[in-house]
């Protein structure tokens, strides 16, 4: 059956539960910084992606120790991105083959790790659209602008909101 894939406990809370239904039992993970594998410790790109991206998956709590695969399938599609880009940009576009001018492969090598970088980057929290659904957990008072705004005794300044009468028109 196919439908949408469930949200981790995590990003509803981050979004504040907009249904404030139930939140499901998901099972408990080690809470902490994946360390990263081999293959992401041998890429250059990839483990300066990784140690770029892991504090602030972190710092929301949007990443555990069961998390590393995830997190250098990431990484390793940055690196491959990378040296697709620097493909094109060394040999173009177009490139001449004994068949003749054709596309260079490059191009869908980055074409592809886009693709992927966007799945895992929705997954994480990381795309515009995903992060504007997301916010700390332990966020200031939401409405703590508005009290600052409408309360005059808060404000430093010294200035205070003159008091309104009823509306006349």
Not at 63 to 86: F, N, P, R, W
């Amino acid at each position: 059956m196919r439908g949408r894939i469930p949200k981790p406990n995590a990003i509803k809370v981050l979004e504040g539960n907009p249904g404030k239904r139930a939140l499901p039992d998901q099972p408990n993970v080690l809470p902490g910084a994946p360390d990263p594998p081999d293959s992401v410790q041998s890429d250059p790109v990839a483990l300066a992606e990784w140690n770029r991206i892991l504090p602030q998956l972190l710092d929301l709590g949007l990443v555990a120790k069961i998390d590393a695969a995830s997190l250098a399938g990431y990484c390793l599609l940055i690196s491959m991105a990378h040296k697709a880009s620097e493909s094109i940009a060394k040999d173009g576009v177009l490139v001449v083959s004994p068949a003749g001018v054709k596309k260079n492969p490059a191009c869908g090598l980055l074409l592809d790790a886009l693709k992927g970088i966007k799945a895992f980057a929705v997954e994480f929290g990381l795309t515009p659209a995903s992060r504007s659904r997301v916010s700390r957990a332990d966020s200031a008072n939401p409405d703590a602008m508005e009290d600052w705004l409408f309360d005059p005794e808060e404000l430093d300044s010294g200035f205070t909101l003159p008091k309104m009468g009823p509306r006349t028109q």
